[in-house]
């Protein structure tokens, strides 16, 4: 079992910045794909970005192309704990924010909900314009 829970989240004006954190518990978190996802009121739940091991030492990113060039997700093996920088910050990043997570041990990006198994509870974030 994975429990995740999320930090960071806040109101920020249009382009600020915020640095989400999710911390992990359980045991081989390097051996975890790691995601973010955000939900909108009325929308359903998107793909915003996903770490995951990509060989050797090394996890690639993945993102959504709407955050493409604004936010970079990171992960710390050792801490068990993944981030995700947001930067340029828009109104349209409005949404409760949720840390996600699968075991993973082959080289794979998930970019669908469903493809993950453990989920936090999720932390706001409102971007004012």
């Known amino acids: 079992q994975v429990q995740l829970v999320e930090s960071g989240g806040g109101l920020v004006q249009a382009g600020g910045s915020l640095r989400l954190s999710c911390a992990a518990s359980?045991?081989?978190?390097?051996?975890?794909?790691m995601g973010w996802f955000r939900q909108a009121p009325g929308k359903e739940r998107e793909f915003v970005a996903t770490?995951?091991?990509?060989?050797?030492?090394?996890?690639?990113?993945k993102y959504a192309d709407s955050v493409k060039g604004r936010f970079t997700i990171s992960r710390d093996n050792a801490k068990k704990m993944v981030y995700l920088q947001m930067n340029s910050l828009k109104p349209e990043d409005t949404a409760v924010y949720y840390c996600?997570?699968?075991?993973?041990?082959?080289?794979?990006?998930?970019?669908?909900?469903?493809?993950?198994?453990?989920w936090g509870q999720g932390t706001q974030v409102t971007v004012s314009s």
């Open positions: 996600a997570a699968r075991e993973s041990t082959v080289y794979s990006a998930y970019y669908a909900p469903d493809e993950y198994d453990y």
């Open positions: 359980g045991r081989t978190f390097s051996n975890y794909a």
């Open positions: 770490t995951s091991w990509s060989g050797g030492n090394t996890y690639s990113g």
